[in-house]
């Protein structure tokens, strides 16, 4: 549901416009309800992803390491906590760890991870805005970033980023969402493209992925 408790129209942001560049990196963010969004995310993924993914759940420390084996585990996608310096690669997920934003910064023709314990943001370390934003520095409009569900409103200057850069973004819709904060504030702001039940966000990024490319 929305932190408001009311109902906002998904029509207001979907369908914004159709994807035209290859999309490079998936940047996932979540909270509230997150760990079972991101299993039925990974569950519909297709196996051979070829690019890159790089997600922030807010969790305390310990635990992110804990869903990123369970996701490994379950879905066969290599999933790992974030080290710095780490280097992106196609077909590899790696989640911010607990107490630590995590970005992605250029290193010649290479992108590696980098992480931080700079003040919170939103209130969260680690926090979804920072990450978004430097995936939008770093990849530009071949960024595709996914909102779900969550408190708050961490994550909204990350996709406006990627929004003005040309980046595509999809949002869980209110339904199936535990707390609409997150993507919900997301849908206001007019930045999604597409507003989908949870079950429809990974066939998604798959069309979006084979639509358009999997470059890295």
Not at 141 to 162: A, F
Request: net charge neutral; glycine share 10%.
């Amino acid at each position: 549901m929305s932190e408001s408790g009311q109902r906002v129209n998904p029509s207001l942001s979907a369908n914004r416009r159709a994807p035209a560049s290859p999309v490079h990196i998936l940047a996932i963010g979540s909270s509230t309800g997150g760990p079972n969004a991101l299993a039925d995310v990974f569950s519909r993924l297709p196996r051979d992803i070829a690019v890159p993914i790089v997600l922030v759940q807010h969790m305390p420390p310990m635990f992110t390491r804990l869903l990123a084996e369970r996701l490994t585990s379950q879905f066969g996608i290599p999933v790992a906590e974030a080290t710095a310096g780490t280097l992106l690669l196609p077909g590899q997920a790696f989640i911010a760890p607990g107490d630590y934003h995590m970005a992605v910064v250029r290193d010649g023709t290479q992108v590696r991870l980098h992480i931080n314990q700079d003040p919170p943001e939103n209130s969260c370390r680690p926090a979804v805005d920072v990450l978004f934003s430097s995936v939008a520095r770093t990849y530009g409009k071949n960024s595709l970033g996914v909102i779900l569900t969550g408190m708050g409103q961490d994550g909204l200057r990350g996709c406006q980023h990627i929004y003005e850069a040309g980046g595509q973004i999809v949002a869980q819709d209110e339904a199936s969402s535990v707390v609409w904060g997150m993507p919900g504030h997301v849908v206001r702001a007019g930045l999604a493209d597409k507003v989908l039940p949870l079950d429809m966000i990974g066939p998604e990024i798959g069309k979006r992925l084979k639509k358009v490319g999997q470059a890295f």
